[in-house]
């Protein structure tokens, strides 16, 4: 053995190590982990929980930090854990450390220096090298890594670069297969049958833990069976095709349809040798699979002619996809010049095809939920901002999620003799649950609108239809369950709360009667033409709070050149670590920039100034409405922006 070096060693993209002389404590994650395979998993929990600690606390350098950068220190942090684990099999210590300039360094560090950490690069053919994907997968994530050793300690550290940075870019070459990329890094190296039983009982365990992590949170099918793929060959296959299937053709119509173009679809296809997919893809789609009785691997036709004169014969497995009870598809493994597959190998493909159909799973849940989230947000707003005579009107609407109901909503209508109402609100919560409080409330205004009630009586008969809706739904669900044996309580969909701005508006010879009341919502502003900023409401109640509460209005002209801001929260509650964009009179310091402004270019800015408040995308729903009184000699048309 030659002697212990006793300097840094480093494989960089970019020279220096990771200097942390004078750093904010805050900003360091410190932790003694025990040498056991709980380890990586561990690591990763404490590293998440540090980067959300060092967001809540805005240090220096949060403003860079991103999910895709949380998610590269998961997988860097598990593989230097699990290579301490494995080779040193001593305690590890962690650290992990935020750089001012938004750079995340992790170290790991053994108590058996003399072993080196494990790489496959200088190792003979004939070798078994173990975990050396690891130090290729941190090699490939990271800006820069090296190895220190001191007495009796061996730490290998990392440096992830921040969001944005030349290293960050660089990185970024391979753009959208970055997740297939990790996939080819993770599986394990192909080595000689009689060399499996020794790495699948000292690498599977990691194996499929980093496979659940990296197949977990993925939202498409299709990605899915690739991942599968990518994982599988070319270490525990020469070759993998992964069919879906429609859940709701059922089995028995699944076998009578299948010739008829009905059946599964083969999502992917994946060979060691790339020349061979093609050929392999048209001899697999003449065989789709058949669902098997039993949920164990069943033999599969081997595709002989598809591959060439060196893979004639050998063994093919088909497993069945199944999570929570429903077929998803079926996984095909081929190994050319096999009878038959390990038991070893058989059992671990077991283990991940059952993580690759819970992904399958999630993403189809995913999907469907998509699909009914834009079903019903399309039913829960108007189609269109109506042309109100002598008013420009401009809209910003964003969702924040945007597979889901946003909990903001907008509508601008007329309501007969010569009025129009308009509304902007926010309602507690999001999801299927703020729908149906939507749903609700915007009918409701443009009934009571139509039938010719105030704006404060509106408001009066929302709030007690809110919680009268609120307490029928209680009711409800304490009866069922009392029915069912079990005992009364406060049970049912919980309060429904509503902050709403509601308005009318009634044009008349140089300018516009504007009647408008808040509950619970962000106060709106006037913009005068000179640049003055007044609030043109006052605070009051939540809907669906207090069940006596009585609203009032306030009445107000719109003169040529005035413009009237209305917001939700997503504006004002904006954050930038501790400080809100409305603090200190925020939203009224811009609003009086946008003088002599279009209502369309007020929104446009304001939208700009609240997305460049952050370092990070907005957090909550966003919507704002700008109603400007028409100046003379102007033609603007009304704009809607979704």
Known sequence: MGAIPTQRETTSRAPG?????????????????????????SARGLVR??????????LPGTEHLTDRLADDAMVVVSELVTNAVVHAGTDVELVSRLEDTGSVVVEVADH????????????QAYETPEFGRGLRLVSTLAESWGVTYRTGTKTVWARLPAEGSPADEELEAYGGERGLRVAEILAPEPRRAERDRDWLGRGALSFLAEASDLLAGQLDEDLVAALAGQLIVPRLADWCAVW?????????????????????RLAR???GSENRIEELRGALEKHPPRPQDSLRPAPYPWPGDALGPHGVHGAALAYRLIAGGRPLGTLVIGRSGLPCFPDEVTGLVEDLSRRVALAIGAARQYARQATISRVLQRGLLPGAVAEIPGVHSALVYEPCDKGGPSGDFYDLFPA?????????GDVQGKGPEAA?????????????????????????RLNQLLLDDATE????????????GGMPGPVGDGPRFLSLLYGELVPFDGGVRCTLASAGHPLPLLLGPDGTVATAARPQTLLGVVEDVTYTSETFELRPGDSLLCVTDGVTERRSGPVQFDDGDGLATALAGCAGLSAELIAERIKRLVHEFGGRPPEDDLALLVLQAESAGRAEQPVVRG
């Open 436 to 460: 149906v409080v939507i749903g609700l409330a915007r009918p409701w205004l443009r009934l009571l609108a139509r039938e010719g009630y105030g704006v404060a009586d509106v408001l009066d």
């Open 112 to 123: 058996h220096p003399s072993r080196a950490p494990r790489d496959n690069g200088g190792e």
């Open 49 to 58: 929980a540090a980067l959300r600690e060092w967001a809540e606390l805005a």
């Open 473 to 484: 739904a209680a009711d409800a669900a304490a009866h069922a369950l009392v029915a069912a």
């Open 269 to 271: 296809v994946w060979h």
């Open 416 to 424: 007969g003799d010569g009025r129009w109402c308009f509304a902007l």
């Open 244 to 264: 879906l299937e429609d859940e709701s053709m059922g089995r028995g119509g699944w076998a009578e349809d299948a010739g008829a173009g009905a059946g599964p």
């Open 17 to 41: 190590a990771p200097a942390h002389h004078g750093a904010d404590p805050r900003t360091t994650m410190r932790a003694t982990l025990s040498g056991s395979p709980l380890a990586p998993g």
